[in-house]
T-cell receptor
Framework: KAGVTQTPRYLIKTRGQQVTLSCSPISGHRSVSWYQQTPGQGLQFLFEYFSETQRNKGNFPGRFSGRQFSNSRSEMNVSTLELGDSALYLC?????????FGQGTRLTVV | DQQVKQNSPSLSVQEGRISILNCDYTNSMFDYFLWYKKYPAEGPTFLISISSIKDKNEDGRFTVFLNKSAKHLSLHIVPSQPGDSAVYFCAARTQGGSEKLVFGKGTKLTVNP
C-alpha cells in the first residue's frame, strides 16, 4: 500500500502571500488530519476532516483553513502568511486510532 | 495547558541496553496512546499503541506500559540499537469520535555504539 503523500516537500513564500498544501491519504482511510511542527511548540493539531466534513479544529487563527475532497484527498490553505508560519506541516491519515504521517511540507516564510 | 508531557528532553543509552522513555498525561478522557519515532525533516513513524483498557502491549523490541492510576506510560526498547537514535513522541487520542492526537514535546534518544 502506498503511504501518505504530501506535496510539495519544500516551499518558500513571502510574507503576505498565501499557500496551499496537498495531502493524499492511504487508500481506504477517510480521516485526514493536519499538524504544524515548530521547534518551540512541537506538533500541534490544526484540523481533522472525515468524509469531506471538518470534524475537529485546533486553536489556530482563521487564516488556516482546509478541505477534503470526495476521494479523501485534502488540502490546507494558509492566507496572509506571517514569518511565524514557517514550520513543518504534517498530514496524517487514520484508520481507527492509528494515524500514519506523510513526509511533511517544509514551509519557509521570508 | 500541556495535557501530554514528556519531561526528559533527551536520553542517552549504550547499545544493547534498555531504553525507557516516559510520558505523563492529565486528561482522563484519553482512550488510546501511541508512540512515534521521528527523524529531522521527516514525518513521524508509528511504532506502537495501547488502549486505555490495557496495561501492556508488546511488539518485538518495543513494549509500552500504561499505568492509568498514575496517568503514566512508558516505552521500553530492548535491546537498544544505534538505528533507534531519533526523537520519540508520545501521543494520546481523546475518546469521542475524532482522530485528533495530542502530542508531547518529544524525547531525543541517542544510542551509543
Amino acid at each position: 500500500k502506498a503511504g501518505v503523500t504530501q506535496t510539495p516537500r519544500y516551499l518558500i513564500k513571502t510574507r503576505g502571500q498565501q499557500v496551499t498544501l496537498s495531502c493524499s491519504p492511504i487508500s481506504g482511510h477517510r480521516s485526514v488530519s493536519w499538524y504544524q511542527q515548530t521547534p518551540g511548540q512541537g506538533l500541534q493539531f490544526l484540523f481533522e476532516y472525515f468524509s469531506e466534513t471538518q470534524r475537529n479544529k485546533g486553536n489556530f487563527p482563521g487564516r488556516f483553513s482546509g478541505r477534503q475532497f470526495s476521494n479523501s484527498r485534502s488540502e490546507m490553505n494558509v492566507s496572509t502568511l506571517e514569518l511565524g508560519d514557517s514550520a513543518l506541516y504534517l498530514c496524517a491519515s487514520s484508520i481507527g486510532p492509528h494515524a500514519f504521517f506523510g513526509q511533511g511540507t517544509r514551509l519557509t516564510v521570508v | 495547558d500541556q495535557q501530554v508531557k514528556q519531561n526528559s528532553p533527551s536520553l542517552s543509552v549504550q547499545e544493547g541496553r534498555i531504553s525507557i522513555l516516559n510520558c505523563d498525561y492529565t486528561n482522563s478522557m484519553f482512550d488510546y496512546f501511541l508512540w512515534y519515532k521521528k527523524y529531522p525533516a521527516e514525518g513521524p513513524t508509528f511504532l506502537i499503541s495501547i488502549s486505555s483498557i490495557k496495561d501492556k502491549n508488546e511488539d518485538g523490541r518495543f513494549t509500552v506500559f500504561l499505568n492509568k492510576s498514575a496517568k503514566h506510560l512508558s516505552l521500553h526498547i530492548v535491546p537498544s540499537q544505534p538505528g533507534d537514535s531519533a526523537v520519540y513522541f508520545c501521543a494520546a487520542r481523546t475518546q469521542g469520535g475524532s482522530e485528533k492526537l495530542v502530542f508531547g514535546k518529544g524525547t531525543k534518544l541517542t544510542v551509543n555504539p
